[in-house]
């Protein structure tokens, strides 16, 4: 009986695969190192874990894939804000629409996170103070942040993935550090 061989598109195929992934944790792991200082910032003043609003801002930007504006946590607009208007899906009577929306610009990763901040105690003051990534994300939810329902479970999933695990290993983060607060 003669040996299988492998198909001589498998090797390419899977090296290309192979150089996606690597390419995206090398997305993730930039996009943590510019905005971490910054969430770590945010954490403290919130009382919840630090990996919970990263996972959030991964979740809202793909690892800082598309984060126009500098906006890092989906920000909607106010009359008179900078702003871009964007297509987005939004939850709508249990069916996803899409739709476009006006978000807010920043100059800066920091300053969308400062205004991400002062969002969450204005407005979602029971997401603050949480000690748990599953508790602060599903106070976000239960409060009204996005239409999704799967919101909380989807900020929750990232925090606990594989990919978290290598982008906090990249910033030296701490065992402690991954999963309390400050």
Not at 57 to 73: C, I, K, S, Y
Not at 128 to 146: E, H, I, K, P, R
Not at 154 to 164: G, Y
């Amino acid at each position: 009986m003669a040996p299988v061989s492998e198909s001589p598109l498998a090797a390419p195929q899977a090296e290309a695969e192979s150089g996606a992934a690597s390419d995206l944790i090398g997305q993730a792991k930039s996009f943590a190192k510019q905005i971490w200082p910054a969430v770590e910032q945010a954490a403290q003043t919130l009382g919840v874990p630090p990996v919970g609003i990263l996972a959030q801002a991964a979740l809202e930007t793909g690892w800082g894939a598309a984060a126009p504006g500098h906006n890092l946590f989906g920000m909607k607009a106010a009359p008179g804000d900078e702003a871009t208007t964007r297509a987005t899906s939004e939850m709508v009577d249990g069916v996803l629409t899409q739709t476009s929306a006006a978000f807010k610009d920043y100059a800066t990763p920091s300053a969308s996170v400062q205004d991400y901040v002062r969002r969450v105690q204005d407005v979602f003051p029971g997401a603050a103070g949480q000690d748990s990534v599953d508790g602060f994300a599903t106070a976000l939810q239960q409060g009204g942040y996005a239409t999704d329902s799967h919101y909380a479970a989807k900020i929750v999933s990232i925090s606990q993935s594989p990919m978290m695990a290598q982008v906090l290993d990249a910033l030296g983060v701490t065992a402690t550090q991954k999963v309390a607060s400050p």
